[in-house]
């Protein structure tokens, strides 16, 4: 095989397996709606300190953050008028009445509130999707920069249908378990929260639903990719490796409602390949995304 047809080999393998690493690897097929305006800017929690370190055999940690220092309300404050009927609720509204004081509190927090979303269904905006693959490795050789193509850095604010926050395809948006979880950091500012989840390391393929990555990231449904049909290539066992991965997000504690979410996910992996039913290659990468949404409540 001359080295042309290998490089595109490649580049057609790391583009299959990279969407294992990318909580909006569906960004391409996403149901989008038309462009919408920028929400209006929520008030947003003080920002974390300090990252937790936390042995896999330890119990999951939770730090809660409370900012102290408010700014006095006005003693000039309108006041509405009794004689105007209020606008009845369209919806139920989930208040937070008691800050998560623990990593289980922190994830079942989570897991509600990212669930309303898709039974809810609000305005979802995608506002950044970002994919960066390094470290490719052929064999001994780095072949990066011929795979640049994979990597994207979109900043636009598209709308998207809230079926596919942020995986789509399911009725629900996280089965999270606190068991899954490394660390939960909650911060308190007021009107609002910001939580910090940090899943444990996990290697393996995930799987939808069930893996501790695949209960909360978009993760594909099938490994059919596994079985492309290159002539002259055979593609070996995928390996997988997540660490250090991530979900940020603000919650207005008067509602319950979500207002935003970051997911960052780190990986690496790697798959062997037999080239010309003889030659034995290696192929790994690292692959980091970063997927970030808003939501529009009426």
């Known amino acids: 095989m001359d080295s042309r047809k290998k490089v595109l080999t490649i580049t057609a393998i790391l583009s299959a397996f990279s969407i294992f690493f990318s909580a909006g690897y569906i960004t391409g097929n996403r149901s989008v709606r038309a462009s919408a305006s920028p929400p209006p800017t929520s008030e947003a929690g003080s920002a974390l300190t300090g990252e937790p370190t936390v042995t896999d055999t330890q119990e999951p940690t939770f730090t809660a953050e409370t900012e102290t220092t408010r700014e006095t309300e006005s003693e000039t404050q309108s006041v509405p008028d009794p004689s105007e009927p209020a606008s009845p609720s369209q919806r139920e509204l989930h208040p937070i009445l008691n800050v998560p004081d623990s990593a289980a509190e922190a994830v079942a927090l989570f897991n509600e509130s990212a669930n309303r979303i898709k039974t809810e269904k609000p305005g979802v905006l995608m506002t950044r999707d970002v994919l960066t693959v390094s470290d490719v490795l052929f064999g001994k050789k780095d072949i990066t920069s011929t795979v640049d193509r994979i990597n994207r850095n979109d900043q636009s604010r598209k709308e998207i249908l809230p079926t596919e926050f942020p995986v789509g395809g399911e009725a629900w948006a996280s089965h999270l378990q606190a068991g899954a979880v490394q660390s939960a950091e909650c911060t308190d500012s007021g009107d609002t929260l910001r939580l910090k989840i940090t899943l444990k390391p996990e290697s393996g393929v995930p799987l939808r639903g069930q893996s501790n990555h695949g209960s909360c990231f978009s993760i594909p449904s099938d490994f059919d990719f596994l079985n492309l049909d290159i002539p002259g290539v055979k593609l070996g066992e995928l390996t997988l490796t997540y660490s250090g991965c991530f979900i940020e997000c603000v919650l207005d504690k008067k509602t319950g409602d979500m207002l935003q979410a970051d997911y ?34 009426e």
Request: glycine content about 2%; charged content about 15%.
């Open 264 to 297: 960052h996910i780190h990986a690496s992996g790697s798959v062997q390949l037999t080239l010309a039913a003889i030659l034995k290659k290696d192929c790994s990468a690292t692959i980091v995304s970063d997927t970030s949404f808003e939501m529009v409540w």
